[in-house]
């Protein structure tokens, strides 16, 4: 069975991704084609606008046939860790190839540029990984720089890469006629534009931004030794004595971030920093965390059914139910999944909590079930059928 890797956030899923699912079956033909998806948080450092099981219900419903989870440890790391955590769970999945989007759409280019290390600059220079990535490769845009890494951690498997060209840049700020970028998206959401042509999602009525949490960040480093504050995760080369001046001084979270912002510290360096403070991530915990061994499965069809079969019979580790995740993660998934329910009114965090502990979403085509569609609608209600059901 020839399977086909997408690394994904789909914050939200957009008509851009439609194209990209599309030409990744043009360009590969798989049998099935798997996602490896971003939770609540994404990799820039903010909550998702829309949960992780809308988003992956939502790529299963346009193309995809597997979505598993991206655990939040390297979703909420720099590019290197990220591509590190995405291939890793490709690998696990035993995909044959691999197809992402690219600013330059030249994979001879990218595989020459990802033989280069980056760490003596890293360790000599008081720059950010992005200027780094300057010095070593000239300007170079985010999903290029995404797929070095990728490149990187493919070496010396039997993985392909391929590329497609993106259609848009992904700092995008405006909508686009053809394919408008996830940031132009969420900009025109925040500022109550019109976005809904360029999604299928229906997004929830309530969608919370970072700034909502900057009370809790506030208090924590305001009332944090900094001792303690230096034993948490990405809290490095002083950067909490900046963070907690900040903090006094600042009453608004956008004025936090942009007072916080250096040639050091990008913002997405700086958000990512401020998720592990509120999730109390500790050096300690990462450095002892176990290797990914296990997939977390959030949705599928019939052909991945099929897939996470034949998975299975390779001795791949699948969880479809939240005690199967090793403890470690699971620990970590389900703090995240508090600390997203943060913002929201009570009846709405009681469930993002409660969905966090629940089975995967099976996708059906509704031809085969029309007869059923009372009964699973109740039963998706009450969050009380294994697996859920959602038909086509």
Known sequence: MRSCGIVCEYNP?????????????????????????????????????????????????????????????????????????????????????????????????????????????????????????????????????????????????????????????????????????????????????????????????EIHWMKEYYPLIQMLLLTLPSERLHELFLMDEGIEYRLIKNAKKCMDYDSFIQSSISKCYTRSKIQRTLIHLMMHTTKVTVDTMPTMDTLRLLAYNEKGRNYLKWLKQQEVKIASRFNQIPKPYRLMEYKAACLYSYPFEDDIRKKIMQKELSTPIFIKKREFFTSLIPLISVAIIRHGITPRLVLL
């Open 13 to 205: 899923f957009h008509n851009g991704h439609i194209h990209h699912i599309e030409e990744t079956r043009k360009k590969t033909n798989p049998d099935v084609l798997v996602c490896v998806m971003s939770g609540n948080f994404v990799q820039r450092g903010e909550p998702a606008i829309v949960d992780k099981w809308q988003r992956a219900q939502c790529a299963v419903e346009h193309g995809v046939d597997v979505v598993f989870e991206l655990p939040f440890l390297y979703a909420l790391q720099s590019a290197n860790y990220f591509a590190h955590g995405a291939i890793s769970a490709l690998k696990l999945a035993k995909v044959n190839d691999i197809v992402f989007g690219s600013e330059s759409n030249n994979i001879d280019v990218l595989h020459q540029l990802s033989s280069i290390t980056s760490q003596e600059i890293f360790r000599t220079q008081e720059i950010s990984p992005a200027k780094a990535y300057e010095h070593l490769y000239g300007t170079l845009n985010a999903n290029d720089i995404l797929g070095i890494n990728y490149l990187k951690e493919l070496e010396g498997s039997d993985i392909t890469a391929h590329t497609i060209q993106r259609t848009n840049c992904y700092h995008e700020e405006h909508l686009n006629q053809r394919f408008s970028s996830a940031t132009s998206i969420r900009k025109a959401i925040a500022m109550k534009e019109a976005w809904q042509k360029e999604t299928p999602m229906q997004l929830q009525e």
